[in-house]
């Protein structure tokens, strides 16, 4: 899987998924590629899913395991989110655990101190 990362401050970190889909194939390995990348100092992660087009219950299943393993301080920031995955995300009500923006400038303008 197609997977990047880069860093905003000390402890905020963007990673973005450079994929079409993040369902059942591709769920395991961002879930690994997560747990390698976020460490205990990271309170933000900024997931911008620009590219993600499609997202199943195993793609909301990684999201929710990934938000729980980060501290009870840590929060997960969708960027860019398509159309077709935020109907998904307003259904299953995630939308209200997941802030979404349509820019990582926009996210960490709002959000990064």
């Not at 450079?18 to 059942?24: A, I, P, Q």
């Not at 879930?31 to 990271?42: A, D, G, H, L, S």
């Not at 301080?73 to 307003?90: A, D």
Request: glycine share 4%.
């Amino acid at each position: 899987m197609n997977f990047s990362n880069e860093k905003i401050n000390s402890n905020s970190l963007s990673i973005k998924i450079n994929e079409d889909r993040l369902d059942s194939n591709s769920a395991p390995s961002f879930k690994e590629y997560f747990i390698e990348t976020v460490n205990e100092e990271q309170q933000k992660v900024f997931l911008d899913l620009t590219r993600v087009k499609f997202m199943d219950s195993s793609g909301l299943g990684v999201l929710i395991s990934s938000l729980k393993y980060m501290s009870t301080q840590g929060s997960i920031i969708l960027i860019g989110i398509q159309p077709n995955v935020e109907g998904l995300m307003t259904l299953t009500r995630m939308d209200r655990l997941f802030p979404q923006y349509e820019s990582l400038e926009q996210a960490i303008a709002t959000t990064v101190e």
